[in-house]
């Protein structure tokens, strides 16, 4: 058994133990697995261990695994941000799209989608910590982006992101997932249909499958420490 395999059964055991823990089916969370910095091959390691989605920050790292892993029955998802100027390249290689925080950012995903694609799935991401160094859009400003999201075309909506600051404190960070899922429950009641909440990495996934969490995004547990880009 390689590394990147047992660490992937270890994470999944995690997963399925919190998942018990906060009284849910395991298989109603997905394991992202953060493979940014990392070379093709250990993505190919982790396919052939079993996993599926993966998950790309860089968006020409990201688009240029996609290229060289197309054989691979695989899921990509970008989620780190994204600026105007790269979203034809990830509207073209990428399944997901997590980190979408401005109207003009959906607007140019959803006009430069190809046709023959399936809908890019999206998730809106959102500052739950308030920090003013944090990419996402206010709790207060999500509503209006959410709803407009939702109308574009060759978009799915699916549900929300967010990355809390790093902390210790368990209560904390409970209450900055808690607020997530709070969130999606308020546009769901305003008639949008979400199933999902991206939330929760390598040090925190119970704290976030406990609040709720259906994907969380691990790197360093499954890949080991990134080296820099």
């Not at 660490?7 to 018990?20: E, F, K, S, T, W």
């Not at 390691?45 to 240029?64: I, L, P």
């Not at 980190?99 to 006009?111: F, N, Q, T, W």
Request: with cysteine; aromatic share 4%; proline share 5%.
């Amino acid at each position: 058994m390689t590394s990147i395999s047992a660490n992937l059964q270890a994470v999944n055991a995690r997963i399925a133990a919190a998942a018990r823990l906060a009284g849910r089916d395991p298989a109603s969370v997905r394991l992202l697995a953060v493979s940014k910095t990392k070379p093709a091959e250990d993505v190919r390691a982790a396919a052939a261990a079993g996993q599926h989605a993966f998950g790309e920050n860089y968006v020409q790292e990201g688009a240029d695994k996609v290229a060289a892993l197309r054989d691979l029955a695989v899921e990509w998802h970008f989620i780190g941000p994204l600026q105007s100027n790269k979203t034809r390249l990830v509207a073209g290689s990428f399944d997901w799209v997590h980190g979408i925080d401005r109207l003009k950012i959906a607007e140019r995903l959803s006009a430069q989608r190809d046709a023959h694609l399936p809908p890019l799935q999206v998730c809106i991401q959102v500052n739950v910590s308030g920090e003013d160094s944090k990419s996402g859009v206010q709790p207060a400003e999500l509503a209006p982006l959410a709803l407009a999201v939702a109308a574009l075309p060759r978009l799915c909506l699916r549900g929300l992101m967010c990355i809390p600051e790093p902390s210790e404190d368990a209560g904390l960070l409970r209450r900055r997932f808690g607020l997530l899922r709070e969130l999606k429950d308020e546009l769901m009641g305003r008639g949008l249909v979400l199933d999902t909440l991206s939330m929760g990495m390598s040090d925190d996934l119970e704290l976030a499958i406990a609040e709720g969490a259906t994907i969380v995004r691990v790197g360093t547990a499954i890949f080991g420490e990134r080296a820099r880009p």
